[in-house]
Structures are given as structure tokens and as C-alpha cells.
Nanobody
Framework: QVQLVESGGGLVQAGGSLRLSCAAS????????MGWFRQAPGKEREFVAT????????YYAEAVKGRFTISRDTAKNTVYLQMNSLKPEDTAVYYC?????????????WGQGTQVTVSS
């Protein structure tokens, strides 16, 4: 059974940092693109960042560019999201996703989500 398990969320003050992790099990995702989406209360799920299978290409939403960094450790089957200079508007449930080509809201593999709350 394929599983993506996120961790690292929590409560942080504006300007602070958090690092999210997404550990994959059940199969090897070394050939998959992986990434992060987020969903705030009352809003649609939105793209945050993605990284390709080899880790040498990344892409970010404009809202997080320059503050967030996505990376992956293929040996550990884990993808990370380093979040710096956090803002209250970053508050959301963050979801990890995996897909063979590129992640979208229709990607087949999702984690259960981890809550990130940024206080002002």
C-alpha cells in the first residue's frame, strides 16, 4: 500500500521557520515528481512547490518564491519543504503529493496533511 506521511507542521510566529517532511512508503518514488499543495479554510487547494524526480528542477508558486525551498532525499524516499519568513497568510493544511509526470490536484498519491499555523 502506498503511503505519503507528512510531518513537521505546527504553530510559529510570523517571520519564523518550519521544515515539513513527507516520507513515502510502499513503493519507490525515485522516478516520480513530488511536491506540496496547501489548503486554507474556505479556500481551494493551491500549488506550493514541486521537484522533479532527479531533484535538479524545482518550481514555486509566486506567493512562496524566495521564502520556501523544496528538496528531496531519494535514498530516504523523502521530500522536504523548508519554509522561512513565514507569514500569517501561509496558514493552511499542507499536503504532499506524488505523480509520474507533474503534480496537480488530480495526482494519484496524497498524504493526510499537516497543519501549519502562523500567528501575527
Amino acid at each position: 500500500q502506498v503511503q505519503l506521511v507528512e510531518s513537521g507542521g505546527g504553530l510559529v510566529q510570523a517571520g519564523g521557520s518550519l521544515r515539513l517532511s513527507c516520507a513515502a512508503s510502499g513503493r519507490t518514488f525515485s522516478s516520480y515528481a513530488m511536491g506540496w499543495f496547501r489548503q486554507a479554510p474556505g479556500k481551494e487547494r493551491e500549488f506550493v512547490a514541486t521537484i522533479n524526480w532527479s531533484g535538479d528542477h524545482t518550481y514555486y508558486a509566486e506567493a512562496v518564491k524566495g521564502r520556501f525551498t523544496i528538496s528531496r532525499d531519494t535514498a530516504k524516499n523523502t521530500v522536504y519543504l523548508q519554509m522561512n519568513s513565514l507569514k500569517p497568510e501561509d496558514t493552511a493544511v499542507y499536503y504532499c503529493a506524488a505523480d509520474r509526470v507533474g503534480i496537480t490536484t488530480r495526482s494519484p498519491y496524497w498524504g493526510q496533511g499537516t497543519q501549519v499555523t502562523v500567528s501575527s
